[in-house]
T-cell receptor, first 114, second 113 residues
Framework: EAGVAQSPRYKIIEKRQSVAFWCNPI?????LYWYQQILGQGPKLLIQ????????DSQLPKDRFSAERLKGVDSTLKIQPAKLEDSAVYLC????????????FGQGTRLTVV | GQQVMQIPQYQHVQEGEDFTTYCNSS?????IQWYKQRPGGHPVFLIQ?????EVKKQKRLTFQFGEAKKNSSLHITATQTTDVGTYFC?????????????FGTGTRLTIIP
């Protein structure tokens, strides 16, 4: 079974630039999560999709972050414009059923904003 | 909103000693999951607990879910160097008709050989 694919693995940008991350979840997984993990902290949920609908984005900084999941499969997370404090690992995860099954994580994208 | 805290934040133990991390949620959970993250890696699922008072074992690891379904613990007996990593609990709770998976703050375990 293929795992959760994320790209790119690493990204370095200057503040005020924009960046996009891509995630391909495990086939058949209805729930897709984007987490932000700052060094030394636990993953913080940014947005949760059920198929192609958003079920929770309460911690997403909507003035600069956006995410979409077209056709209920792949997802992209965008930051525009980036700030220094956005430096973190962005983890995508998917699960069969929201909250009831294990979440499978991708390798993550390490973003450095300079 | 739902908050999940873990203590301790760090734990250094001699190889062969036991280790315990505790997880507390601000709200009642429908289930709790535990994950392990190796340095430089991503979280990997260990186990899920669903029932009040449930206890599950995986070799040297023992997981407990509290009676009120608001707290949990992970105990490792006779730690080995392969146990190094950060252990996260993740609480699943209903939020306006949807189940949200909230990660705890994590306990970072280091082993002194």
């Amino acid at each position: 079974e293929a795992g959760v694919a994320q790209s790119p693995r690493y990204k370095i940008i200057e503040k005020r630039q924009s960046v996009a991350f891509w995630c391909n979840p495990i086939s058949g997984h209805a729930t897709l999560y984007w987490y932000q993990q700052i060094l030394g902290q636990g993953p913080k949920l940014l947005i949760q999709f059920q198929n192609n609908g958003v079920v929770d984005d309460s911690q997403l900084p909507k003035d600069r972050f956006s995410a979409e999941r077209l056709k209920g499969v792949d997802s992209t997370l965008k930051i525009q414009p980036a700030k220094l404090e956005d430096s973190a690992v962005y983890l995508c995860a998917s699960s069969l059923v929201q909250g009831r099954n294990e979440a499978f994580f991708g390798q993550g994208t390490r973003l450095t904003v300079v | 909103g739902q908050q999940v805290m873990q203590i301790p934040q760090y734990q250094h133990v001699q190889e062969g000693e036991d280790f315990t991390t505790y997880c507390n949620s601000s709200t009642t959970l429908s289930n709790i999951q535990w994950y392990k993250q190796r340095p430089g890696g991503h979280p990997v699922f260990l186990i899920q607990l669903v029932k009040s008072g449930e206890v599950k074992k995986q070799k040297r690891l023992t997981f407990q879910f509290g009676e009120a379904k608001k707290n949990s613990s992970l105990h490792i007996t006779a730690t080995q160097t392969t146990d190094v990593g950060t252990y996260f609990c993740a609480g699943s709770g209903w939020n306006f008709g949807n189940e949200k998976l909230t990660f705890g703050t994590g306990t970072r375990l280091t082993i002194i050989p």
